[in-house]
């Protein structure tokens, strides 16, 4: 529901404000791009959110570990802080359809959920 998501990307900007004042850190660290990204288990519906400075890599070093996976997409932000924050809002957003771990049953109306948002912040970059 777009009201949904709308309250969704204002509470999560909320959040990036305040992770990003410098008197609520307690060191500044050096800022580098991250990308939030969502993967599948090849030839099914289960799925993977997470966050990496180099998705693709990412894809490769979990295959290394007995997945066979695709990088569905991804969409590159300021900061891992705010690469991070966006894959724990999908992970809320998504809790009911949790299996295991980090792993989600996904419908293809969600992963379409996903694909949009990521092309809007690649279209606004």
Known sequence: ?????????????TRVDKLE???LLPQKTEQREAS?????RIDTHIHKFG????????RKELEVAGEDLELVDYFTLESEQQ???WENTFKT???DKRIKGEWFLLTEEDVAFFVAIART???FR
């Open 21 to 23: 004042n410098p008197t």
């Open 121 to 123: 912040f690649e279209k």
């Open 83 to 85: 690469a991070l924050l």
């Open 1 to 13: 529901n777009h009201a949904e998501v709308m309250l969704l990307i204002h509470n999560l900007a």
């Open 36 to 40: 939030t990204y969502l993967m599948r």
């Open 93 to 95: 957003y998504f809790k």
């Open 51 to 58: 966050k990496s400075v180099h998705p693709s890599k990412r």
